[in-house]
């Protein structure tokens, strides 16, 4: 695949391209401590129409990241799959993850979804799930009105944990709406009713603020976002957040029984400052010279080409993409390895000394998601990038 296409119109309506401003280019310096060069860009999905997203695209307002890829819909499966994911990543997914519990926060109901999630799970085997759907409140009924959008990202979410965790204890917590206050409060609940896992497959394009970073800050819980799909710099809340392990996305291959992945074109991930000039402070664990703030990704995972179930929003298989599907494949991969709470966000990635890290770890070292002068804050290189972090799992011993 090639680069994003740059482009100079501004897209900020709904179902526009979010976070992108008129005028096209911003330059800041390219000095060590500072960001790189950074050019406002259209996705590829976008530009070359292969995928539509599931959610009005909004600046700075929480949106969900699902893509919805061209092709239509089958009754047969298409895309990428569990056996793929747990092959890939060498993943105990038949022995592990009884008893953790990840919860997924998404925006408004979707009807089907203990339905469609049984469906996806008894065509690839995985078995009965143990999975509860909860309202903001902590309820199990008295769910928010439905949204087929949002349907369609919360089918994911939940399929992605199933996918590398069939044994997890799977809490869906739908919040009333896809606002700030919702969504904390659901935030919120989740770490209530006991969930040490929280994955977030949304975003606030342009904005490190219009969430409360306190909302994503309980010790001993391990908070996961979804990076973006509007490639290099095109970022925002709560995936910025220190707090937040921020998941990045590639690109699989397969030639035989070998795997392989590159950077996903759009995959989100930068300075966390937006071009602004301010940004999130940058952890002390984080040690990258180009970025003076907090940098993004910290870790990545599959994000084009997954075979995904839904009724509600779509009607039958399809294929999805977005960092959407790589944030609650993280999110399993941390149940797998049955420590998350005493984790610290992405402290042990940025931490794990050379010969772990490349023994725990798939170095991403193909690819970009933007342009930025061949700086690693898009381009995939060995060690560490924005696109897709430290890599993507090899095993369960780096989470």
């Not at 530009?47 to 990241?65: H, R």
């Amino acid at each position: 695949m090639n680069g994003p296409i740059k482009f100079a119109a501004p897209l900020l309506a709904v179902l526009a391209l979010a976070a992108c401003n008129a005028g096209g280019t911003s330059t800041m310096p390219s000095t060590a401590g500072q960001p790189m060069s950074r050019s406002h860009q259209m996705p590829e999905w976008q530009a070359k129409n292969l995928a539509s997203p599931a959610c009005p695209q909004v600046v700075g307002a929480p949106t969900c990241l699902a893509l919805i890829q061209k092709g239509g819909i089958s009754p047969t499966v298409a895309g990428w799959g569990p056996t793929d994911f747990q092959t890939r990543y060498n993943l105990p997914s038949s022995s592990k993850g009884s008893g953790q519990i990840v919860a997924i926060v998404d925006a408004y109901d979707n009807p089907n979804v203990t339905s469609d999630l049984a469906m996806y799970r008894s065509n690839f085997g995985l078995g009965t799930a143990n999975f509860t759907k909860y309202n903001q409140n902590g309820q199990t009924s008295n769910y928010p009105q439905g949204s087929t959008g949002w349907g369609v990202e919360i089918d994911l979410d939940v399929e992605m944990v199933s996918a590398v965790c069939p044994k997890c204890t799977i809490y869906l917590i739908e919040a009333n709406g896809a606002d700030t206050s919702d969504l904390e409060t659901a935030e919120k609940e989740a770490v209530t009713l006991g969930a040490h896992i929280v994955s977030n497959s949304w975003i606030c394009y342009g904005s490190n603020s219009c969430d409360n970073a306190s909302a994503f800050d309980t010790k001993g819980v391990e908070y996961l976002a979804a990076s973006g799909d509007s490639g290099y710099d095109e970022n925002g809340n709560p995936e910025t957040f220190a707090s937040v392990v921020s998941v990045g996305g590639t690109v699989l291959q397969k030639s035989g029984s070998n795997y392989t992945e590159s950077a996903w074109n759009d995959a989100g991930g930068g300075c966390s400052n937006n071009g602004s000039g301010t940004g999130i402070t940058k952890p002390s664990w984080q040690h990258d010279k180009s970025c003076t703030y907090r940098t993004d990704s910290d870790v990545s995972a599959v994000a084009w080409g997954v075979a995904e179930y839904d009724t509600y929003g779509e009607g039958g298989w399809f294929t999805v993409g977005g960092t959407s599907v790589a944030s609650p494949l993280a999110a399993g991969v941390f149940a797998l390895a049955g420590n998350a709470s005493s984790q610290n966000a992405a402290k042990k990635f940025w931490t794990l000394k050379k010969k772990a890290y490349k023994k725990e770890l798939h170095d991403i070292t193909s690819g970009s998601d933007g342009s930025c002068g061949g700086s690693y804050l898009c381009t995939a290189v060995k060690g560490y990038d924005g696109p897709t972090g430290w890599g993507t799992p090899n095993g369960t011993k780096a989470y």
